[in-house]
């Protein structure tokens, strides 16, 4: 099994910054890939960025240029700092983590973000 506690989100005007953290424990050697989702009601949870074991990351595209996601590999955490916020990045975010033999998701229990204009 693997945990996953979120932190860090919070309230900012549009065109600030947060930083999330997501700290693993349990068994972490079966993770393959650690990322964010993001889900606001009405809408499918959808990939914000991920980060895989030897470093490569990914990102949607509408956050490529103002997130950048990253791993500290001795704290078992990764972040997602988040810069240039607009208010269409308002939404839950979600810590997930995938099991490498056979891709199961654990999830954090999700922390609010909220940008306002």
């Known amino acids: 099994q693997v945990q996953l506690v979120e932190s860090g989100g919070g309230l900012v005007q549009a065109g600030g910054s947060l930083r999330l953290s997501c700290a693993a424990s349990g068994s972490i050697l079966s993770i393959a890939t650690m990322g964010w989702y993001r889900q606001t009601p009405g809408k499918q949870r959808e990939l914000v960025a991920a980060v895989v074991r030897d470093g490569s990351t990914t990102y949607r595209d509408s956050v490529k240029g103002r997130f950048t996601i990253s791993r500290d590999n001795a704290k078992n955490t990764v972040y997602l700092q988040m810069n240039s916020l607009k208010p269409e990045d308002t939404a839950v975010y979600y810590c997930?983590?995938?099991?490498?033999?056979?891709?199961?998701?654990?999830w954090g229990q999700g922390t609010q973000v909220t940008v306002s204009s």
């Open positions: 997930n983590a995938k099991r490498g033999w056979d891709s199961y998701d654990y």
